[in-house]
């Protein structure tokens, strides 16, 4: 994303502007304590649609109307304004040669602050997302969970691009912090979540596709959770037209159709329509009934014989399992003593020594040993048994089942013969049977198994064609090769930055899926920034990885939505405290002397210029590279630097507030602008 801040300003009751111009690069406003520097930063923020009004209260609330920034696109400027504590906020295109006289539309041009260019503050970002290609609907890489009530996750804006673009005072030398708005485990899971957006690895259209092959997937593992109950049911409707057909044949002496029930199982309304134009055959010469009974009877009886062998087995096994519980309750009582002494044996008569005694005891100790071993045993074959005896039960089970399904077909056919007795003709028992036939068909084909097959090949051809889709955008290897060039930058940039002995060379790494950083050790292992002690260590170590972060927006530019927009606030706070700067010039050794710290001013300062030195040569870098120049703003006290090369430090000055704050006395009569301090009334 091309795109930098142009101006930043303010518009006072008296409908003059007060403002700070800005460019590419390096850019310093210096001044000393309470002058505005850090409301710049607030009302950047403000304008960027921030929920919260962190501007500082005092002259700045007291005298403003109207807060505006003005950012700098390829072929446009888009003004964004705000009014305190209003509900919309103001966001208007400029084309054109308009753009070079958008500060004085804004005081000049009564309609230029038109109603129809403020929206409320949700559409207010919406509409400024559009700028920056934030304009995604749904990233929700799987939509399942909102049937049971989860969320819809929140989409990316303009406001997460703070966290990268803000490194404010309290900030920007934290040991326990690094992104703005990290407070926030929901805005930091947001940032975090939407990062792989913003560098523009994905987009909407990832989402949708991964919303679908993602229901697919869901819908296939209930498929295949259904196709083995559909399976079952199938086996059980053949399994049930097979009994239906021989019934029929037992009746009537015919076969109803030369189908087997397999094949009315795999054809079932074909075989229904064949079914219904056969009339009932009566062949009463053929004993169907009886060959029948007496196969069912057959039957019975090896299920009865298969049923009391298994009873058989049951009982032995729970036999065994009430002995060795038994013996183990026996074992449990028995009492066994602590020790025994083992004396000396002697004749009485000859007092001659044997050695007898302690041979029985060494026999009794072995005894002892096995029989220690044995009832560890027992309980390892009480487990074993009552495993058995699950299996015989579940055997007896199936059994069971058998049997009733032969008596109950026995009884289908005693019912036939009392029916018979009753005065019915077969050919109205064949009928019945006839008609049981075709209802339990047409009840099979309401809903038959195989339309679940159909589905499941529609659904797995179509996760053919969505799988490649998905692997093309790469995910995962763009992150891994985005983590590995942040790394790299971070090994580039720190080694330049002055960090303790300790941790040189300086070797930090970021992970991507938390957003952790830490120094990297194979002497004293991974230290992370809470860990790495002095406000020196935790500032650079803020200023690396916001760098690296910078230069990946930049070597990503075309892709990439986050602008290389970087405010740095009182960076060098662990050298010269702000708080106590009320000077008219930057004087370090003044301030040093306060915070006793006048023995190490030299050094300190070495630090300090290395610091801008540093921004300075970033910017170069990164637009040779690139060809992006990131903007990066420091607000500041230092002054007077000497920087090193041809440009003076004074070259990287955009305001300079010693002798007045931003908020400067507007005159009668507007002056020509003379030098920075003065260019902020139109």
């Given amino acids: ?135 995604l609907a749904d990233i929700d890489e799987d939509a399942t969970p909102r049937e049971y009530g989860v969320k ?25 912090a690094l992104f703005y708005r990290f407070d926030e485990k929901e805005k930091r899971e947001q940032v975090i979540d939407h990062f792989k957006i913003f560098m523009g690895i994905v987009d909407q259209e990832y989402f949708w596709i991964s919303q679908e092959h993602n229901e697919l997937q869901s819908q296939l593992k209930k498929i295949d959770l259904l196709i083995p109950k559909k399976k079952q049911q199938k086996d059980s409707f053949i399994s049930e037209i097979s009994d239906l057909l021989v019934e029929y044949k037992a009746t009537s002496g015919t076969d109803l159709v030369a189908l087997s ?18 009339a009932v055959r009566i062949d009463s010469q053929v004993d169907s009934f009886g060959v029948q009974k007496r196969a069912l009877e057959e039957a019975r009886s090896l299920a009865t014989v298969e049923r009391r062998t298994l009873q058989n087995k049951l009982h032995a096994v729970q036999s065994s399992i009430g002995f060795t519980e ?5 074992a449990d009582s028995v009492v066994t003593p602590d020790f025994a002494e083992v004396g000396e044996t002697v004749c009485p008569l000859c007092d001659s020594h044997s050695d007898q005694t302690v041979q029985e005891v060494n026999r009794l100790s072995a005894a002892i040993d096995w029989l220690n071993d044995e009832l560890r045993m027992s309980a390892y074959a009480r487990e074993s048994f009552r495993e058995e005896e699950k299996k015989i039960l579940k055997e007896i089970s199936a059994v069971k089942e058998k049997l009733s399904g032969i008596q109950e077909k026995i009884n289908t056919l005693d019912l036939q013969l009392g029916d018979l007795e009753n005065k019915k003709t077969l050919d109205e028992l064949a009928l019945k049977v006839k008609v049981k036939l075709e209802l339990k068909m047409e009840e099979y084909i309401k809903n038959p198994p195989s339309e679940y097959e159909g589905t499941r090949k529609i659904i797995t051809d179509r996760l053919k064609v969505l799988k490649p889709l998905l692997e093309a955008y790469k995910v995962g290897e763009k992150l891994d090769e985005l983590s590995g060039y942040i790394n790299n930058e971070m090994e580039r940039i720190g080694e330049k930055f002055g960090f303790e002995k300790a941790y040189c060379p300086i070797k930090l790494r970021f992970d991507l899926a938390s957003f952790d950083l830490w120094h990297e050790s194979p002497e004293i292992g991974n230290v992370y920034l809470r860990s790495m002690g002095s406000g020196a260590n935790w500032l650079y170590s803020h200023l ?10 930049a070597a990503n530019h075309e892709m990439c939505k986050i602008p290389p927009i970087l405010f740095l606030d009182q960076p060098t706070q662990v050298y010269f405290p702000a708080t106590i700067d009320h000077s008219r010039a930057f004087d370090a050794n003044a301030l040093a002397a306060i915070v006793d710290r006048k023995t190490s001013v030299d050094d300190d300062m070495a630090s300090v210029t290395n610091m801008f030195n540093q921004f300075h040569q970033f910017c170069l870098q990164t637009a040779k590279d690139t060809g992006i120049t990131p903007q990066i703003i420091v607000t500041d006290h230092a002054d007077d630097l000497e920087m090193e090369g041809d440009l003076p430090f004074e070259t990287f000055v955009v305001a300079r507030w010693r002798e007045r704050g931003f908020i400067a006395d507007v005159p009668e009569a507007p002056e020509a602008p003379a030098a920075p301090e003065s260019t902020d009334v139109i």
């Avoid at 094949?263 to 056969?278: D, F, S, Y």
């Avoid at 038994?326 to 026996?330: A, L």
Wanted: with cysteine; net charge positive; proline share 2%.
């Fill in 1 to 135: 994303m091309k795109c930098h801040i142009k101006f930043i300003g303010v518009i006072d009751h008296q409908n003059h502007i007060h403002h700070v111009t800005f460019h590419e690069g390096l850019n310093v406003i210096t001044g000393k304590s309470s002058t505005g520097k850090s409301a710049i930063m607030e009302i950047f923020d403000f304008c960027m649609g921030s929920g919260n009004d962190t501007i500082p209260i005092g002259e700045i609330t007291t005298r403003t109307k109207v807060f505006f920034t003005v950012l700098q696109f390829s072929t446009y400027r888009l003004v964004l304004a705000r009014e305190r504590k209003s509900t919309s906020a103001f966001l208007k295109t400029i084309y054109g040669e308009a753009q070079e006289h958008i500060l004085g539309l804004m005081v000049g041009d009564k309609f230029f602050f038109d109603s129809t260019h403020y929206f409320p503050i949700r559409d207010f970002k919406k509409e400024l997302g559009r700028h920056f290609a934030v304009t």
């Fill in 152 to 176: 819809k996750s929140s989409t990316p804006s303009v406001r997460s691009f703070a966290s990268f673009m803000l490194q404010h005072q309290n900030l920007v030398a934290n040991k326990h």
């Fill in 261 to 278: 029930a397999e094949k009315i199982g795999n054809t079932p309304q074909k075989a229904l329509q064949e079914i219904r134009m056969v």
């Fill in 326 to 330: 038994k013996f183990k309750q026996t």
């Fill in 544 to 553: 690396t990885l916001f760098l690296a972060l910078h230069s990946a927006f």
